[in-house]
């Protein structure tokens, strides 16, 4: 028998476009209450809006560094607790390495796996005092292959693979469970897909999956019974798995 969702508090980072408002919105219609991060304002406020009162907006840049635990706090004057913690933000880029501007590599860094660590060591003890508790992160197929055109970026996802697979054996008797979603190239910002017909052509040729498809997949994970534990899940388009 599955968990039942509803009245859960999650908070979803990056949440404001792409896998991670897909996500937000998935979980509000699985009855959940959120928490959601992410760096614009005006897109949170919308989001927000269209959700109702169950969502409560949390602005913030990862990576600076004094704005990382804001969104927890939040979720703690908010509503007391916290049990999903869905990490979700990232920054890409697939240029070459020598072209990279070596200060977007640093951001890269920072957010998306500096970020991480910290936000993840301050919400163990909120997520320590639910009986079952989740943390879930979206990474990517960079992290478990070797990207061509991909290497700071990629070694941000292989390092944050290391870190959940040894964090996931350190919480889990804590009731605390680890799940990465890695997928592929999913049709959102990150990749420049914007254009909703471009998306529908690209996903009929199986190129590219949408974030609701990961949000859905995210739903799947969550809602899982107390003793079935899903380390690693990784998802890709058909043609990028030829």
């Not at 859960?8 to 928490?35: D, E, H, N, P, Q």
């Not at 501007?101 to 060591?121: F, K, P």
């Not at 909120?126 to 292959?145: D, H, W, Y």
């Not at 052509?201 to 609701?212: F, G, P, Q, T």
Request: charged fraction near 25%.
């Amino acid at each position: 028998m599955k968990r039942n969702l509803n009245g859960k508090v999650a908070l979803v980072t990056g949440a404001s476009s792409g896998i991670g408002r897909a996500i937000a919105r998935r979980l509000a219609k699985c009855g959940c209450r959120l928490v959601l991060s992410g760096r614009s304002r005006d897109r949170l406020t919308a989001l927000v809006k269209e959700l109702g009162n169950i969502a409560i907006e949390a602005p913030q840049n990862l990576s600076v560094e004094d704005e990382i635990t804001s969104s927890l706090d939040v979720a703690q004057n908010a509503f007391g607790q916290l049990d999903i913690l869905v990490l979700n933000a990232g920054l890409f880029s697939n240029k070459a390495f020598a072209e990279e501007d070596i200060g977007y590599s640093q951001a890269m860094i920072d957010v998306n796996l500096s970020s991480v660590i910290r936000m993840t060591h301050a919400a163990l003890p909120l997520l320590r005092t639910q009986n079952r508790s989740e943390i879930l992160a979206i990474g990517s197929i960079a992290g478990v292959s070797d990207m061509r055109d991909e290497a700071v970026y990629s070694a941000t996802k292989h390092a944050l693979n290391a870190f959940l697979r040894s964090l996931r054996r350190q919480v889990a008797n804590d009731g605390i469970r680890v799940t990465s979603i890695l997928p592929g190239t999913v049709a959102t910002e990150l990749w420049g897909l914007t254009d909703q017909a471009e998306i529908e052509e690209k996903v009929s040729r199986c190129e590219v999956l949408r974030a609701e498809d990961i949000a859905e997949i995210a739903e799947f994970v969550l809602d899982q019974p107390p003793h079935v534990s899903i380390r690693e899940l990784v998802v890709l388009p058909h043609a990028q798995d030829i």
